[in-house]
């Protein structure tokens, strides 16, 4: 069973367009989800991360929309540049129970930008 | 700024040996993980480890899988016999409580002939 659902696969944005990435989640429990940053060979890094008593959040040219009744959250980026050009993940988890802190990736969107 | 080390960065080993990967998570975290990254595919949660012992494990780690913090720094995975299917990137993450930031080292890239 896929916890976390993430959309598109790919996306070809061009240098200062807007990149969306959508994830949607079936586990009610999760209640924090963050947004990882993968370049090639090396480990995710955190880009940002919701939990859900807000509806977004903004870190410069990044923002997540929540929408906690949709069970649906987004990744924004504004002003999109080539240096953005990675793999970005979704993902959940939960802060409680016996899943304790484990992180549900969704399958990645491998973004491109164009100069 | 702090950050969750791991080495070797790259393992080539046979089918059927023993494999070792290290990680030195992040000094005042106090909460371990391992996960493995398919070339191509998303990451997937192996074992988390908190107070010395194993807090949850997913399918994927069987009793070829171990897991050890030998001393106040190192946190290591261990592999008994390792398959083909094994060949992956193996990541180390720590974070300071349970639901918190994890922190994710480089990676081990594991290749098994």
């Known amino acids: 069973q896929q916890q976390v659902k993430q959309s598109p696969q790919s996306l070809i944005v061009q240098k200062g367009g807007i990149s969306i990435i959508n994830c949607a989640y079936e586990n009610t429990a999760f209640d924090y989800f963050p947004w990882y940053q993968q370049f090639p060979g090396k480990g995710p890094a955190l880009l940002i991360a919701?939990?859900?008593?807000?509806s977004e959040k903004k870190e410069g040219r990044f923002t997540i929309s929540f929408n906690k009744s949709a069970k649906q959250f987004s990744l924004h980026i504004m002003d999109s540049q080539p240096g953005d050009s990675a793999t970005y993940f979704c993902a959940a988890s939960t802060g409680r129970g016996s899943t304790l802190g484990r992180l549900y990736f969704g399958r990645g969107t491998q973004l491109t930008v164009w100069p | 700024e702090p950050e969750v080390t791991q080495t070797p960065s790259h393992q080539v080993t046979q089918m059927g040996q023993e494999v070792i990967l290290r990680c030195v998570p992040i000094s005042n975290h106090l909460y371990f993980y391992w996960y493995r990254q398919i070339l191509g595919q998303k990451v997937e949660f192996l074992v988390s480890f908190y107070n010395n012992e194993i807090s949850e494990k997913s399918e994927i780690f069987d009793d070829q899988f171990s897991v050890e913090r030998p001393d106040g720094s190192n946190f290591t995975l261990k592999i008994r016999s390792t398959k083909l299917e094994d060949s992956a990137m193996y990541f180390c993450?720590?974070?300071?409580?349970?639901?918190?930031?994890?922190?994710f080292g480089p990676g081990t890239r594991l290749l098994v002939l």
């Open positions: 993450a720590s974070s300071a409580s349970g639901g918190a930031t994890q922190y």
């Open positions: 919701i939990r859900p008593d807000v």
